[in-house]
């Protein structure tokens, strides 16, 4: 493409989660600040909230209000053009990312489609939950890959309370009933902080229901045990903690069917429950596959090199869960975890520099820094790498606790600074004082 040299250089990120979020505001503190280059953040939200804290908002212990951060007002403040919008394909010749309307609630229009030039794309969309084609689990589980989601289950699970509260007979089995497929991170989290926030919205006042025999708590997980992607120590402490909560761990368990009343297991068992939640998988969104002849993998990731592009395209680049990115010294790429896409980012904007430098490109090295797992106010439990070269340190309590919050802080920090994220640390423990620490609504 002919353009002129004074023309600043086009970067469209595609995706604004945490990874492409990040890397759109920074891009923006620097290069776009300075002229250097135009910075466009394409998002088919209007908000953004942290993917972690999604269960935390599932379970009702979490206000989504107070930690959501509206797009717009990010680009205003920090120098990028937000476009709101969902990318449907790609035209790689003409360097141009197609986009679909958008239409409201009433199915009327908001943007048309369009087309968005770029020289420089990075794709960043996250990933979507993965069924297997199980039956029944579009139509009754309910996954949590946007705010809107966890937002509408805990809703569902406020008027299930309520409903069995108010009703002339007694709560039926199952009617209080909570099923969670899949014991990854999310689900496992899931668990713990419903054990406790159910509890919690029956005791202000819904005297008809006795937690300890009607509310119940199962988590199906096929693999031989929980959180299968971790040190097993964790996992056999997380499944201890559990099971002191009672929470009811099915591992070894695959679902055949989920029904509205429960699911069906594979051996014919049968799990009654009110509310089933699919946590089990997850893969790259369907129109990655279709991306004007991108590779991807058996799950719709974008197969990329270690400098982040594209296996097919130089000025194609993709970060985060939609991408399958090699891992130095292992057979397995790098993991779907927030602290990939935090250090994916941070690397993808050393990568502009230098392409707007005219300097070779340098290849991605995924530094794992441990795992950790919260089960809200009970405990966190966890692994630290780096305190003995070559080996971790099994942590448990409130110094995991801490560490666990602390990624949370380190993705405000690089959305806001450093100073405006003590400040909203101190607002927020301020406010929660004089809430009732769950979601009654």
Not at 170 to 178: A, D, I, K, T
Not at 297 to 324: E, H, K, W, Y
Not at 396 to 409: N, V
Request: hydrophobic share 40%; proline share 6%; net charge neutral.
């Amino acid at each position: 493409m002919d353009r002129s040299d004074n023309t600043p250089h086009r970067i469209v990120v595609v995706g604004g989660g945490a990874a492409g979020l990040e890397l759109a505001t920074r891009l923006g503190n620097t290069h776009g600040r300075a002229g250097r280059a135009s910075v466009t953040l394409v998002e088919r939200a209007r908000t953004h909230l942290w993917k972690p804290l999604l269960h935390a908002v599932a379970a009702g212990s979490m206000d989504r209000a107070q930690h959501e951060l509206n797009y717009l007002a990010q680009a205003h403040w920090h120098h990028f053009t937000y476009r709101l919008g969902e990318m449907v394909g790609l035209d790689r010749g003409a360097r141009e990312v197609l986009l679909g309307p958008m239409l409201d609630d009433e199915g009327r229009e908001i943007t048309p489609a369009s087309r968005l030039g770029y020289d420089t794309l990075i794709i960043s969309v996250g990933s979507v939950t993965n069924d297997f084609g199980t039956p029944g689990a579009a139509a009754h589980a309910i996954p949590l890959e946007t705010p809107d989601q966890a937002s509408r289950f805990n809703r569902r699970l406020v008027n299930a309370c309520l409903r069995a509260n108010s009703q002339a007979e007694p709560v039926r089995p199952g009617q209080l009933h909570v099923a969670i497929i899949g014991a990854g991170a999310t689900g496992t989290e899931l668990a713990a902080e419903l054990h406790r926030t159910v509890r919690a919205v029956v005791s202000f006042g819904l005297t008809h229901i006795e937690p300890e025999k009607d509310i119940r708590i199962v988590l199906v997980e096929a693999a031989p045990r929980i959180l299968p992607a971790l040190p097993e120590r964790i996992s056999v402490a997380t499944t201890d903690l559990l099971a002191k909560m009672g929470v009811e761990v099915r591992a070894g368990t695959r679902v055949a069917e989920v029904r509205a009343d429960g699911i069906v297991l594979a051996d014919g068992g049968f799990i009654p429950a009110e509310l089933t939640v699919w946590a089990a998988g997850v893969k790259g969104p369907d129109f990655l596959h279709e991306l004007d002849g991108l590779e991807t993998n058996r799950i719709n990731q974008l197969q990329v090199l270690p400098t982040l592009q594209t296996t097919r395209d130089p000025n194609v680049f993709a970060m985060g869960d939609c991408a399958s990115c090699p891992r130095e010294g292992s057979p397995q790429p790098v993991p779907p975890r927030a602290q990939a896409a935090h250090q994916q980012a941070s690397h993808m904007l050393g990568q502009i520099d230098r392409i707007l430098a005219g300097k070779p490109l340098e290849p991605f090295i995924y530094r794992d820094f441990g795992s950790l797992v919260s089960l809200g106010k009970y405990s966190t439990v966890g692994s630290l790498m780096g305190f003995v070269v070559g080996k971790s340190m099994f942590i448990e309590g409130l110094f995991a606790r801490l560490m666990y919050r602390s990624l949370y802080k380190m993705h405000q920090t690089a959305l806001h600074g450093s100073a405006p994220t003590i400040w909203r640390t101190l607002a927020g423990l301020v406010s929660n004082r004089a809430d009732p620490g769950v979601k009654l609504h």
